[in-house]
């Protein structure tokens, strides 16, 4: 939006106040047909809310846990014989508790993108590839960070990818491993 | 799925505070007053009047506001009426829309003032908008994996271009058609002149969306007075003066928050399952049977190019794989065979998720009464729909409207 009579900020005696201005009618009434016409000067101040959580990963613990040991841990109903992966503590479709399997590590892709960014991971990295992976034994597709790849135009359906694991120390325990092709 | 004996439900009016990229003259609290100011002033209704309201917004963090449900009842002087506030990610508007339409149609109340709104422009960086909106979702695995909205509609997106060979050309002539509709739009926050060229060079987000593929994170609210017939008559100018609008059918579906987890083929990585049963369900009560002939102007749910797409598809406005041929056709121009997004949609008007399904039904209800600009207006428009969601259409509502004379 454009404003009028914004000025050099002298914040005086207010340290949060970030800048006066005189707001413009987003709806180009002028003068008497503007009816906040009183209403127009406006203060901006800086505000912060953060936030930080002591968060237990509840019933899903035991499959990033198991990733510190290079294992990928999924779940199966013992019911309906789904395998969920991401795991589930109780099964999707029916309820029943549902009971630890190991995958093999080895899937094929089902989809891929590549992103110019992403904003939810470790150090908000930069280009990334997210994809989902059909891992064999599941019945669901997992979603993860494709590398590894070489020419991204490779990462189509149906390309068989394999679990690699993270050497280094990490932040969350979802940066421990990431899917690259097979081959 | 309906009582014989529930009552009608009328929309009686309908308004908007301008969105845009920024508003530095207000908060979503003066926004949704002026909103109502607007709505009433459409209806001719009187604020005292009103029976009951809904409160739409999405999120208390971005809004650093809780209960803002009741901080609304308190600004628009309804206390001590009753209010309840509703959220549903993007699908906010709708789930507003839904609950108005069941409390007036069960008898809870005979007149409804619905306001949503949202402050998603530039009071807060957009990163750390769409790093909150990322919480939309899976939180401890794909979020965690740098999973993010852009790029579950990518991937979505990826799968419909695999399975039907719909285009990257065909989602920019979308952006192209929305952009233009919003320029006869006064309330819209991106009226522009694209070409296919313009979008296709834009920069890239996730593959196949580039950034003028995207919606707009805007401010802005909207409000809408809806009741019963009977409320109407007695209270309303607009029930006399104007043509009158019939809120006919009303659906809502759901589906697994994962992508991954949807069943395959159907809906799979491609489709909207949620909306197709919310779809069926609202044309079931409005004894819709071919919606592409029978809808004749439609606001659809656009965050995306492509998801407009798929919307079409779900809607059963074409076939699977049909709508990116049917788009570079004309169809859902402004003068094809239902036009959709006159009001520029998310993409044209902008997307502040609380007002987004509610300034949905503000544009069905001014068509339908052929009241919008010449420009963009939809000669003899009879029946019009919203189709709006949340999440990856983890929750969607989709809803009816009828011009009765």
């Known amino acids: 939006m454009s404003t009028t009579g914004d000025r050099p900020l002298d914040a005086g005696r207010v340290g949060a106040k970030l800048r006066e201005l005189t707001a413009v009618d987003p709806l180009g009434r002028g003068g008497q047909e503007d009816p906040w016409r009183e209403f127009r000067r406006v203060e901006i101040i800086d505000l912060q809310l953060s936030f930080r959580f002591r968060h237990s990963l509840g019933k899903y613990s035991r499959f990033f846990l198991d990733l510190e040991q290079r294992r990928l841990m999924a779940t199966r109903c013992p019911r309906c014989g789904t395998v969920w992966m991401p795991p589930r503590p109780a099964c999707g479709n029916d309820l029943t508790v549902t009971e630890w399997v190991e995958l093999p590590g080895r899937g094929t892709l089902a989809a891929a993108t590549e992103c110019a960014y992403t904003l939810t991971t470790g150090g908000g990295a930069g280009h990334l590839v997210l994809g989902y992976v059909a891992l064999e034994g599941a019945s669901t597709l997992l979603l993860q960070q494709i590398r590894n790849y070489g020419d991204a135009r490779r990462l189509t359906p149906g390309l068989p990818m394999r679990v690699a694991w993270a050497d280094a120390r990490v932040e969350h325990p979802m940066e421990l491993f990431w899917f690259e092709p097979a081959r | 799925m309906t009582s014989p004996s529930a009552a009608d439900v009328v929309i009686l009016g309908g308004g908007l505070s301008k969105f845009a990229a920024e508003r530095p003259d207000g908060t ?175 920069p890239p987000v996730a593959a196949p969306y580039k950034r003028l593929d995207c919606a707009v994170l805007a401010d802005g609210a909207a409000a809408l007075v809806i009741a019963t017939p009977r ?42 399952r949620a909306k197709r049963e919310a779809a069926a369900m609202a044309y079931a009560m409005a004894g819709v049977t071919d919606p592409r002939r029978e809808i004749d102007v439609a606001e659809v749910a656009d965050p995306y190019t492509g998801v407009e797409l798929q919307s079409y598809e779900d809607l059963g406005f074409c076939g699977y794989g049909e709508s990116g041929l049917l788009t570079e056709r004309g169809v859902f121009d402004l003068g094809g065979e239902l036009p959709t997004n006159t009001s520029g949609g998310l993409i044209g008007q902008g997307a502040p998720p609380g007002a987004m399904g509610l300034a949905q039904a503000v544009e069905i209800v001014r068509q339908l009464r052929g009241e919008c600009p010449r420009e963009r207006q939809v000669p003899g428009a009879r029946r019009g729909l919203t189709d709006i969601h949340g999440g990856t259409a983890s929750f969607a509502v989709v809803s009816v409207f009828e011009r009765r004379d």
């Not at chain 2, 607009?238 to 759901?254: E, P, Q």
């Open chain 2, 28 to 202: 979503p609290i003066d926004w949704i007053v002026e909103a109502t100011q607007a709505a009433l002033a459409d209806a001719g209704v009187e604020l005292v009047t009103i029976e009951h309201s809904i409160v739409a917004y999405e999120s208390e963090i971005i809004a650093r506001q809780l209960t803002m449900g009741q901080v609304v009842q308190d600004a628009l002087g309804l206390c001590p009426k009753p209010s309840v506030r509703v959220e549903a990610g993007g699908g906010t508007g709708g789930a507003a829309l839904r609950t108005a339409f069941a409390y007036v149609r069960a008898g809870l109340c005979e007149s409804m003032l619905v306001v949503g709104a949202d402050a998603v422009g530039r009071q807060v960086p957009s990163t750390t908008v769409r790093q909150v909106y990322a919480m939309s979702g899976d939180v401890d695995f794909e979020m965690a994996a740098g999973g993010f909205f852009t790029a579950y509609y990518a991937l979505m997106m990826q799968e419909h271009m695999r399975r039907y060979g719909t285009r990257e050309e065909q989602m920019a002539l979308v952006s192209v058609k929305n952009h233009r509709n919003a320029r006869s739009n006064p309330m819209a926050c991106m009226p522009l002149a694209l070409t296919v060229d313009d979008v296709l060079k834009s």
């Open chain 2, 231 to 272: 409320w109407a008559r007695e209270h309303a100018r607009a029930w006399r003066d104007r043509a009158r609008i019939y809120y006919t059918g009303s659906g809502c579906g759901t589906d697994r928050m994962r992508l991954g987890d949807r069943p395959g083929p159907y809906p799979g990585l491609a489709h909207f």
